[in-house]
Structure formats: structure tokens, C-alpha cells
């Protein structure tokens, strides 16, 4: 029992004292934050979208660039999802942090997709990054449908 | 007569076509877009200044870690300043387009000290970390001052 209890409060102290939970000072700022880096990421991924769905000529160096910094992007909402980040101006679900896991998974998921976009566009290949893009929206609409208020 | 005609309809066309016009459907995106990036470049060149300050321990990695994300994010808002976008909810003050090259000189060198702040976090030298830290922030203010409503 002892045991189990030191290692719930080492648990509980890795969590409380990760940098995530540091970087916000109020629950509002991490919303802010994750909804700023969400509108980057999806500016940018939208201009990869307009090639891979021919609306706009292919560009390989505009494409790589903008999947470059779709893939920074990617990273950066997810300790923004802090306790006490359910509330206020944000669509976000309580899903979110009653399923804790799946919702790491749907994360974890994009930033794959996401990391595979980027190395498809740095190979200047339409076809190849029209594939990745593909796979990249359907993982952010996978989180969307269960974790995002419509 | 007709040279100087050619020459301001190839200016305006080359305006008007570039990527950084484009990428915005309308005025209301490109402010939604460039205040997401400033606020993620803000919230990451936070993190720097808490350890500048000294107000968290210095972590070597995660102040470049953290420079690198306010590089990549320096280099994005500018180009959501266009036309018609001086409306709307937005603390830009009009003198961003009456003066235009003073705001891209202030621009350029913010993107400048950033750049150098990255640089010096990647040497792991705190000292060094601190100057640049405080050239970078001035950058910001300076912009701000001239160019931000209150």
C-alpha cells in the first residue's frame, strides 16, 4: 500500500510540476493559447489543402514550407488541455478530460499524420502529399466529431 | 506615360498575386490569423523571459526549444497585414499601412533579434540568452509603441 501510494503521489507530482502545467498562468491563457496555435496550424495546413485539391497551382517550396510549420504547430495545443481548461471560451468537450486517453491517441494520431505530410511535401511529390494530406484532415476531424463542441 | 502605366499595373499585379494576399479569403481571417500568431510567439518568448528573469530555473533545452518556436512564429503575421485588413477586431493602429516601410523595418528587425535569441539559446549560455532576450523584447515594444493601440 505504501509502495502504491508513493508512486500515485510521484504520479501526481510529475503531472503537477511538468512544464505544461507551468507555462499558463490562468486557465484562460492556456484556452487562448490552444486556439491560437489550432487557427496557425489550420491556416496553413488549408494552404497545403488548396494544392493538394488543385484550387491553387503546386508550389513543392510552398508546400514543403507550409507543412514545415504545420508540423511545429502540431505539437503545441496539447498542454494547453491543463485541469480547469474546461471552461470558458472554448468548444472543447469534456471528453477531453474524462477520456484522457483516447484523446492523447486522437493527438498523438494527427501528429503522426501530420509528421508524414511533411516529409511527403518535402518530397515534391503531388501525389504523395495530396495521400498524406488526406490521411492529416481525417485525423483532425477524428478529434473534432469527439472532442469538439459543432 | 505608358512605361510608367505598365510598370504600376505590373506593381499591382505582383501585390495582388502574391502568396501573402492570397492566402486570406477574407480581412477577418488574415486578424484572426496574425493575433493566433502573435499570441503563440508570445506565450513562448514568456517562457524565455521567465528564465532571463530568473523566475524559473534554467533549462537549457527548453529555452531553445522555446527560441525556436518564436523564430518559426516571427516570420507569420506580416503577411496577413494587407489591404482592408486595418478593420475589424484589431488594436492595429492605421499607421502600420501610412508607413509602411517603418512598420517592415520594425518587423525586419524584431525577426532579426528573434533570430539572435535562437542563436544564443542553442549555446546554452544563459548570459548570453538574457541580452539577447532583452534586444528582442525591445523590438517587440518598439513595434508595439508605434503601431499597437494601448
Redesign the interface.
Known sequence: MKKALVAALVAATAILST?AM???QKPE?AI??R???F??MA?HFG?IGAMANNR?PFDAK?AADNAA?VE??SK?PWAAFGAGTDKGDTRALPAIWTEQAKFKEGADKMQAEVGKLAAAAKTGNLDAIKTAFGAAGQSCKACHDDFRKD
Open positions: 512544464p507551468a507555462q499558463f491563457d487562448k493559447y486556439k491560437a496555435s487557427t496557425v491556416a494552404r491553387v510552398v510549420i511545429t504547430m503545441l
